[in-house]
């Protein structure tokens, strides 16, 4: 469903994230506006933009008594828009991957 190779991209992210219900639920949102490279098995080379969107839902632990997390959960996205053409039109395909965070919470 999505076109095999290597991808090089440099990419602007753009999202948001919400606690839900005064608990640690996460829910997040990320748009991905990005110069992207890929290189087919072939070795043939598909160079443009792209505009890709990632939700994730997951639950963020604290490490013992530090203000360090792990927040762990599962991965969505898909591609809205390529200005580049591909070995498959892999655009508006979802994919859905776990997801592993880890941060520190800073005051």
């Known amino acids: 469903k999505i076109s095999p190779g290597t991808m090089n991209s440099n990419a602007l992210i753009l999202g948001t994230k919400q606690y839900l219900f ?4 996460v ?3 990320n748009a991905w506006l990005a110069h992207d490279r890929l290189t087919d098995p072939s070795g043939s080379v598909h160079e443009g933009y792209s ?12 490490l013992g008594a530090t203000r360090a997390t ?3 959960g599962l991965n969505g996205g898909f591609w809205s828009h390529k ?17 592993l965070n880890l941060g520190y919470e800073a005051n």
């Open 51 to 62: 505009l890709s969107h990632e939700f994730f839902g997951g639950y963020e632990f604290y």
């Open 22 to 25: 005064h608990t640690s639920t």
């Open 83 to 99: 200005s580049y053409a591909t070995p498959i039109d892999d655009r508006f395909v979802p994919t859905v991957l776990p997801k």
């Open 27 to 29: 829910a997040e949102y």
């Open 70 to 72: 792990f927040t762990a």
